[in-house]
């Protein structure tokens, strides 16, 4: 069944009717007519696979959960978490990638359910927060049984779960958008995203210079993170990168890395609470300052910047075509790194992924199957994610002293506020308002992406401005990527 496009968004799916004929040539005919509402009526292969069920795009954003805990009813959850841990205590959690996706989803998911109890903080970050940090310190406290420690870090590394989730994101995020907006990412917003970037990469590598931290240090380790607009191209590719220039491990790096990240995200949100509560003084600063919503100070030119909308449903063979395609362009940009090594797999498998979307060389059908399995990815297992790299790469001795060094809080402030600063200013140089310009791609650049938008946006209260930040960390957390594998080679 072929998914339709709708303009609602995130909704429910009202009512989707297909009918399927079809003829049994031995002993008889028989006419089917399935109608889908949204419930799962559907059947077999025919079935179409909704994007959300309510208001939630992902089951790590921010909202009351009830007692819901992975999507499940709480005492289903209970039982088998309960499953879980007691195979872990006994030794006997099977070491396959069965159990590790298993294993991971219910913790992710019940850090999830945690951190949304909290009112006002939850939309500070604190779900992403606990699941980033919270296995490791229970780990750091001996309260993780072994086996279950030992299944997540070879669910990781050995089974490739990290390249699993950012291939997927990857190739999803590439040949989900327009082919023209690709090419031209409308040349006015082209100004401020590349701009912001290398401004920021700059001048956080001359004040790491100046501070003796070191300026290839501050690019790679505070910047080139916060800058990536997200988890899964930011800090958990950057970490295999420098583990792979080094020859040490990811988890030496893993720790600083996401420690910049999430500051960075608290950083972002305060600052878009701030510029919510300039718009409520209604006063310009100066002309093109606040366009309170507004992006571009001119009109009739916004829709060379528009996203097309978000597909309601796909389907479970669009799904799998999609992860096919995801490997494929996995092991392309691994074959081309044996024999030109110069830039990682990851950057290989970015910059084949945009020759397949620029000259056309798959069906559309195949680019929006490998879209939906991108969004799947991200809706879904970012928690299962955070919580086997906390378990397997975090150690919290490290983030604490990470945390504890003020040169380092004063790099990651710094990186937040030279990125808005810049891409509001030379935002306002093609025309758009700086607020506006200053939050996306400002400080959607330097947020977690995904949750870490949606709270930068709601904050902001300019949550209309969504596309644009998708269309942000599309763009530019690819473009972070691409540029911090041409980096690391100057890695000491």
């Known amino acids: 069944m072929s998914a339709t496009p709708r303009n609602t968004g995130y909704t429910e799916q009202t009512t989707n009717t297909s009918t399927d004929t ?56 209970l039982v088998l978490a309960a499953l879980v841990l007691i195979a872990a205590i006994t030794g006997n959690l099977p070491d396959s990638m069965v159990s590790g996706f298993a294993t991971t989803i219910l913790l992710g998911g019940f850090f999830i359910w945690l951190g949304n109890l909290i009112p006002v903080i939850r ?133 600083d890395l996401l420690s910049a990240v999430v500051v960075a995200n608290v950083v972002c949100i305060l600052i878009a609470g701030f510029y919510n509560g300039l718009g409520k003084r209604k006063k310009q600063l100066f002309v093109g300052f606040n366009g309170h919503g507004e992006l571009l100070r001119i009109k009739g030119r916004s ?18 075509k999609g992860l096919l395609i995801a490997g494929a362009l996995f092991i392309l940009g691994n074959l081309i790194a044996v024999y030109l090594p110069a830039l990682h797999p990851y950057a290989w498998t970015i910059i084949a992924a945009a020759a397949v979307k620029i000259f056309g060389l798959l ?27 906390s378990l397997t790469y975090i150690e919290i001795g490290d983030v604490l002293n990470s945390l504890g060094n003020p040169l380092f809080i004063l790099l990651t402030i710094s990186t937040v506020i030279i990125s808005t600063l810049t891409s509001g200013a030379l935002g306002w140089m093609v025309k758009f308002n700086f607020v506006e310009a200053s939050i996306t791609p400002g400080l959607v650049m330097a947020d977690t992406g995904g949750s870490g938008d949606v709270s930068v946006l709601s904050a902001a209260n300019r949550m209309h401005l969504m596309p644009f930040a998708a269309l942000t960390n599309r763009l530019g957390g690819a473009l972070v990527l691409f540029v911090t594998s041409l980096i690391v080679p100057f890695l000491a």
């Open 123 to 255: 939309d500070f970050g604190l779900p992403t927060v606990l699941c980033t940090f919270a296995p490791a310190t229970l780990a750091f406290f001996g309260l993780v049984p072994t086996n279950l420690i030992a299944v997540v870090q070879n669910f990781v590394e050995g089974y490739g779960f990290l390249d699993f989730f950012v291939v997927g994101i990857i190739a999803g995020s590439i040949l989900g958008m327009p082919r023209t907006l690709l090419l031209k990412a409308g040349p006015r917003f082209a100004v401020p995203l590349v701009g912001c970037l290398t401004s920021t990469f700059l001048l956080v590598g001359l004040l790491g210079f100046l501070t003796g931290f070191g300026f290839i240090d501050a690019i790679l380790f505070i910047a080139a993170p916060i800058m990536a607009g997200g988890l899964g191209v930011g800090a958990l590719p950057m970490s295999e990168m420098y583990a792979s220039k080094t020859g040490g491990s990811s988890d030496t790096f893993m720790g």
């Open 363 to 389: 069906p559309k059908d195949v680019e929006d199957s490998t879209a939906d399995w991108g969004d799947f990815i991200g809706a879904v297992l970012v928690p299962a994610l955070l919580v086997g790299v």
């Open 303 to 320: 829709d060379e910047l528009a996203l097309p909308p978000k597909r309601d449903s796909s389907s479970y063979i669009a799904l799998g």
């Open 22 to 77: 079809s003829t049994n040539t031995s002993t008889d005919t028989s006419t089917d007519t399935d109608t889908d509402t949204g419930t799962g009526t559907g059947t077999g292969i025919d079935r179409p696979v909704e994007r959300t069920v309510g208001s939630r795009p992902g089951v790590h954003y921010p909202g009351k959960l009830g007692w819901r805990i992975s999507s499940l009813p709480a005492p289903l959850y």
